[in-house]
């Protein structure tokens, strides 16, 4: 059991449940009738559902702003931070920011909101569909540390979606790599949401980085996370909660339910 991640959710080996945002505005996607009530509807109800399943964290995203940008504009953790506030009061427990793929954009949201973590490519570099990913994680712990974030976890995805890693650096050394940089978890992603990633990965990582969470991200379903949870610290589950197991439709509260069942189930056979 990793103990800071039990110290920081409340229970050993959490599962962080998405909340996917609809498309925000100035991205093709976005209801400009609807506006941001169509946005607090959305997130509420799924916040609601995941919530009564008992779910240990959850995590806010923009996932359907697609094509995705590296640098987005003010209005997106602008629009994102209005519909938290507007929520915060219903959140029960730990929460998360991911605005895809700006890791400075999810740290100012993060300390706009009282996030616990963020979510985001922090170190590296990768070709990808969207094109290069460089964060300069440098940078970006100054930033956090100018802005008054210190106490805003950084989960690094280390196998990130859409893309492969420049030059040949394995996942074991980009996750030892990232744990010596102070990643408080480091995350194991398959090629896109909800697709799983390779177990061997998720192993090397954990015997690279002994002393950092890892974090399963991509690609869980209640079918599978008995056995994820054997070697993970913790999963990140999006898809596979919503109808029908796909990305875009709302948090189906019997999957939901169903998964935490089989996770809980899972852990108190870990802890035996």
Not at 105 to 115: D, K, P, V, Y
Request: include cysteine; aromatic fraction near 6%; charged fraction near 20%.
């Amino acid at each position: 059991m990793d103990r800071s991640l039990a110290r920081r959710f409340g229970s050993p080996k959490p599962v962080i449940a998405m909340l996917h945002f609809p498309g925000l505005p100035g991205r093709p996607r976005h209801d400009r009738a609807g506006g941001r009530a169509a946005l607090v509807e959305a997130v509420g109800r799924d916040l609601e559902v995941l919530q009564a399943a008992g779910v240990d964290g959850v995590l806010f995203c923009n996932e359907a702003d697609l094509p995705y940008q590296l640098s987005v504009g003010v209005e997106i953790p602008a629009a994102m931070a209005a519909v938290i506030g507007e929520l915060r009061s219903a959140v029960r427990v730990p929460f998360g920011v991911n605005v895809l793929w700006d890791a400075r954009a999810s740290l100012a949201l993060a300390r706009a909101t009282g996030a616990a973590f963020i979510r985001e490519v922090l170190t590296g570099v990768y070709e990808s569909d969207l094109g290069m990913i460089a964060p300069a994680i440098g940078d970006l712990a100054g930033y956090r540390t100018a802005i008054g974030a210190d106490d805003v976890a950084l989960f690094d995805n280390v196998s990130p979606e859409f893309s492969s890693a420049i030059g040949d650096r394995t996942v074991a050394d980009r996750a030892r790599g990232a744990a010596f940089l102070g990643m408080d978890a480091i995350l194991i992603s398959g090629p896109a949401a909800g697709t799983p990633f390779a177990m061997d990965d998720l192993r090397r990582a954990k015997e690279a980085a002994a002393d950092t969470p890892v974090i399963a991200n991509t690609g869980v379903r209640a079918e599978t996370v008995a056995e994820i949870l054997d070697v993970a610290d913790g999963v990140i589950v999006g898809t596979s909660l919503k109808v029908d197991g796909v990305t875009w439709n709302p948090v189906d509260p019997a999957r939901a339910a169903r998964f935490m069942d089989v996770a809980r189930a899972a852990r108190a056979g870990a802890a035996v």
